[in-house]
């Protein structure tokens, strides 16, 4: 990338922030002695469990609907798929900015986030097993409904993500590698198109869930790879059909993409309670159970984590107190 086009990159995300910073303060991070002392590394975390809905998403609805609503006065509303964080960032913009939102999700969500979702003031539809049959039934509805669709990986999206990555390189300085959640890729992107952007050199690392290895698959071969199931504890990683536009960027930016399984997750949502007393949901502690899995490769460096999201449901989070008891 030349010069003239990062400096493009950096202006339009500098404007790009400006838009979030309109509803929102940026997000913390920082250096947790425990964490550091546990990994052998000088951690520092990024807490986008702090924003308006306790996750980074957030900054993407705000951009996306700012957008929409300035480019089309007359619009009716917008729908999208979600397992949850997402459809809380348009639920939230939506009503920051005067538009309506209905956000579809699979069977079996987790009813917090559900609850979530409607107390922001979206309507509520449930339908399908998984996120992808919630995703092929919300463009069919968007059609009958005259409802804008918005997609698990767009522009505006990522632009908006990508704010958060501005703003951790800023507070953290440069670090060698920086551990990321994989879900449908606007949060690794974001890095990615930051880090570039930069001119830094810093490794980033995707991780995903060995029962959602979409990501992995595709980053070993070099293209896109579904799968027919993701079953994770990890709801927001949970991804079986990969964005083509997400892969083709962490392909050529990523460092690699990692595994974790679930029972190392869990150990990891509980080291972020003992360690910080921060509530991490499960996609959010997949970059620190990468961090544990690779310690010995990143001992004595600087190291960051995207804690990116703090949505985890009572259920859940009591079999995490139960795994740190056994």
Known sequence: ??????????????????????????????????????????VWVKHENHTPVG???????????????????DLKGVISATRGNHGQSLAYAAGKLGLTAVIVVPEGNSPDK??????????????GADFQEALEFTQHLAEERDLFMIGPFEKPLLRGVA??????????????AVYVPIGMGSGICGLITVRDAL?????????????????????EKGEVVSTNTADTIADGVACRVPS????????????RVIRVSDDEIMGAMGIYFTDTHNLAEGAAATPLAGLMKEKDLQAGRKVGLILSGGNADRDTFTRVMEHLGA
């Open 163 to 176: 704010t958060y990555a501005l703003e951790f390189f800023e507070q953290a300085g440069n670090l060698d």
């Open 1 to 42: 990338m030349d010069d003239g086009m990062l400096n493009a990159t950096i202006i339009e995300l500098e404007a790009t922030r400006e838009i979030v910073y309109r509803h929102m303060r940026p997000t913390p991070a920082f250096t947790w002695p425990l964490l550091s002392q546990r990994t052998g590394c000088n």
């Open 244 to 255: 083509p536009e997400a892969f083709e960027i962490i392909k050529n930016g990523a460092a």
């Open 199 to 219: 001119g830094l050199k810093t490794e980033i690392i995707g991780v995903v869930a060995e029962g959602a290895p979409a990501y992995a698959l595709s980053f």
């Open 55 to 73: 996750a980074f998403k957030v900054r993407g609805g705000l951009v996306y609907l700012s957008g929409l609503k300035a480019t089309q006065p």
């Open 114 to 127: 559900n609850e979530a979702i409607k107390a922001l003031g979206a309507e509520l539809i449930i339908h």
